[in-house]
């Protein structure tokens, strides 16, 4: 998947380095959500899922993302390169928006965000 997008970042407008990272972090905070998941319908059985979801709509529906990703990604690296005298601004930005979460998917929006945050 990373060789993916590392091949369409420059279509992009992305240096496929930056968006090698980003990616990872996506696929960190993807696996955090996993994680808290499974911790919790193993402390409550019965809010688990009953089935499986379908993979090769999920995996579908990732590749449509990947792109709309890339382009928010170039979207966000423009915006930091323009408050670079002003970082500290971008990452209380990101975490405003996150407030309505609930604190697993906070903390999963922090490590999505880590690369163009920083």
Same mark, same amino acid.
């Given at each position: 998947?990373?060789?993916?997008?590392?091949?369409?970042?420059?279509d992009?407008?992305?240096? /496929?380095?930056?968006?090698?990272?980003?990616?990872?972090?996506?696929?960190s905070a993807s696996k955090e959500v996993q994680r808290?998941?499974?911790?919790?319908?193993?402390?409550?059985p019965a809010e688990a899922p009953?089935?499986? /979801?379908d993979l090769g709509a999920i995996r579908e529906r990732l590749d449509e993302l990947t792109a709309g990703l890339l382009h928010e990604l170039a979207?966000?690296?423009?915006?930091r390169a323009r408050c670079a005298a002003r970082p500290a601004r971008?990452? /209380?930005a990101v975490r405003a928006r996150a407030r309505g979460l609930d604190a697993l998917h906070r903390r999963a929006v922090d490590a999505a965000t880590r690369s163009v945050t920083a």
């Open positions: 998947m990373l060789d993916q997008v590392r091949a369409r970042a420059r992009a407008g992305v240096d /496929p380095d930056v968006a090698v990272a980003f990616f990872r972090d996506q696929i808290g998941l499974l911790a919790h319908w193993a402390a409550h009953t089935t499986r /979801p979207a966000a690296l423009e915006l971008v990452a /209380p």
